[in-house]
């Protein structure tokens, strides 16, 4: 039986790779999806609902506003390091060359507000997806449950089966059809006890994409205020130039201003993280030798 797991968990596997890099792969009402799993054999829902869960996986990590953010922030950093040049050069800042950092940084705080503005679609994608994998996981645990409801009528009918037989009333025929009856509901449940176990262990790796992603989520919430908040920063800090009489005042108040090179480094590598997560998650679906 555990060849039979490996089997079905290794067909799981292939066909979440499968699904998750295949660019044709059409978005599918989860709904529909449900409907014909629940009447398809196990290893075919298995498939199916294997295959659905790696798009809405991908689904998660591929939202369409994320070159717009990288963009606008490389843009953001090559203007910041424009303006420290400028001040860290020898000489006085003229008043053009004040007006001209004022101007840099306001626009620098739009950007950050407009990057921060993406976070509603952002997360209404993310969280219909979600609500997809929930719904795989609702559908996994149907179809447990009706594998062990299966499983237990077939044992109650071989207690019957052999009620009938100890009781010495039966022909030599009525027997033989009772003992080939008996080795069918054998060999039934011996398949459906291996579905349970591949269902139960998808469940719990269904288990597992869920608290990853959610963790995800937590993260991008307090992605998005950062950015959020670096734009009342920039404002500010550009509201203060406007005013300022001195070079002094400027420089101060621009080192002030958050370190965006180290902003951008812990972005990208959040972005990272996140692409990283089909991986992650197929590879905690293979089995360990000797399973």
């Not at 070079?247 to 993280?273: C, I, K, M, P, Y």
Request: aromatic share 4%; with cysteine; net charge negative.
């Amino acid at each position: 039986m555990k060849r039979t797991i490996a089997a079905l968990c290794g067909l799981l596997l292939v066909s979440a790779m499968t699904a998750a890099t295949d660019p044709a792969a059409a978005e599918d009402d989860i709904g529909i999806i449900r409907e014909k799993a629940d009447t398809l054999p196990h290893d075919e829902a298995l498939r199916l609902l294997g295959e659905t869960l790696g798009r809405s996986i991908e689904a998660t990590q591929s939202d369409p506003t994320i070159p717009d953010i990288l963009d606008a922030l490389d843009a953001n950093i090559a203007a910041t390091r424009r303006l420290r040049e400028l001040v860290d050069a020898d000489g006085p800042v003229s008043e053009e060359q004040m007006a001209e950092i004022a101007t840099e940084i306001t626009a620098i705080a739009k950007s950050f507000g407009a990057i921060s503005e993406l976070a509603p679609g952002v997360f209404e994608r993310r969280l219909a997806e979600l609500a997809n994998i929930d719904a795989i996981g609702q559908e996994i645990g149907f179809r447990i449950a009706d594998a062990k409801a299966r499983l237990e009528s077939l044992r109650a009918g071989n207690a019957e089966i052999d009620t009938y037989v100890r009781s010495e009333t039966l022909t030599k025929p009525e027997i033989e059809k009772l003992r080939l009856t008996r080795q069918a509901n054998d060999a039934e449940m011996h398949s459906l006890e291996a579905a349970v176990a591949a269902w139960t262990y998808f469940s719990e790796r269904h288990a597992d994409v869920m608290a990853r992603l959610g963790d995800q989520s937590t993260n991008l919430d307090v992605f998005f205020h950062a950015l959020k908040e670096n734009a009342r920063v920039y404002d500010s800090a550009a509201r203060t130039l406007n005013m300022a009489n001195s070079l002094n005042l400027a420089l101060s108040t621009l080192g002030s201003v958050e370190d965006l090179d180290s902003l951008r480094s812990d972005l990208v590598r959040s972005w990272t993280d996140l692409m990283k997560i089909v991986d992650e998650v197929n590879d905690g679906l293979m089995l360990k030798p000797g399973m």
